[in-house]
Every structure is written in C-alpha cells, then in structure tokens.
C-alpha cells in the first residue's frame, strides 16, 4: 500500500511540471494549497483554494495537490495532535469526565438530533485549542511545503530540459 501511495503522490507531483508558472510560483501555489488542507477550516478547504487560486491567479492543480495532501489516514491524528497543542498553547484543560462521556456517546446506537447536540456541548470547550493548534499546523507545514515543492519542481525541470536536450542531439534529422 505503501509503495501505491508513493506512485500516486509522484503522479500528483507530476502534473506540477506541466505549468507555464515559475516555480517558485508553482510552490507558492502548492504551499498554500497545504496551509489550507490543514487548516482549521474542515469542510471548505477545497472551495477556499479554488477560490485563492483565482483571486491570486495561481496555479489551481497545484493549490488542490496541497489541498487534497491532507490525506484521510492521518487527518484525525493530525487534528487531535493539533488540538492538544492549540490546549497546552491556550491552557485548556479537558472537562470532568470528558473522555467517559465521549466513549458513552459514541456507544449509542443511534445517532439522534440529541447525539450532535450533546457531541457539540462536550467538544465546545476545545473549539480554540482546535483553531490555534491546527492553524499553527498548517503555517508550520506550509513553511515546509513550499521549500520541499521548489526543489522538486526545479529538480524535475531540470531533468526534462536535460532529457529534452540529449534527445535532440540523438536526433538524426537535427
């Protein structure tokens, strides 16, 4: 599974070469399509790049590669870690009896109207840990992202115009 997940990030990466934009461009657009997938803003992360892309005239595949890199098997540990760091940053501490109430309310076996209302008034008290720590997450990660896209990016161009440039000596009609 391992091994499939990097051929397709090599193929998201990919497309990245195939723009008219610098790339430092291309990784601004890239950066910030990470900012936003990890941003506390769950539910919008993919309007909200399409949106910047526009407005900025960035890149729109490379914003929705950043977007869609907050992948579904690291997104809850990923916001649980933020949250707990948001928490100690806001000195939050968890309610009495939180984690047995949230254990009790997902044994439930229905989800009612009660079930999110509950859920809601059980999770209040961390909703600004949520947005500090996951909004330093995603600047943190953003800040990786974009050194880690340029590099690729002019690696990878570099390589195209070398190849580019071995095919058109080995041609005989040159």
């Not at 907050?70 to 997104?75: C, D, G, Q, R, V």
């Not at 928490?87 to 009790?104: H, M, Q, S, V």
Request: hydrophobic residues 50%; proline residues 5%.
């Amino acid at each position: 599974m391992i091994h499939l997940t990097k051929a397709l990030i090599r193929r998201w990466l990919d497309v990245l070469l195939h723009v008219n934009d610098t790339p430092q461009r291309t990784a601004a657009a890239f950066a910030l399509g990470v900012f936003l997938g990890f941003s506390p803003f769950l539910g919008f992360h993919t309007l909200l790049g399409v949106l910047l892309a526009f407005l900025f005239n960035l890149n729109r595949v490379a914003v929705l590669l950043g977007v869609y890199s907050n992948l579904p098997w690291i997104i809850a540990a990923y916001y649980a870690f933020t949250t707990m760091i948001g928490a100690a940053i806001l000195r939050t501490r968890l309610p009495p009896g939180f984690g047995e109430r949230l254990r009790e309310m997902f044994q439930l076996s229905t989800l009612h109207g009660d079930f999110w209302q509950e859920l809601g008034r059980l999770l209040w008290p961390l909703f600004w840990p949520y947005m500090v720590g996951s909004l330093l997450g995603s600047v943190a990660l953003a800040g990786i992202a974009y050194p880690l896209a340029l590099a690729f990016v002019r690696r990878r161009r570099r390589r195209r115009l070398q190849s580019l440039a071995e095919c058109a000596s080995h041609d005989p009609s040159g």
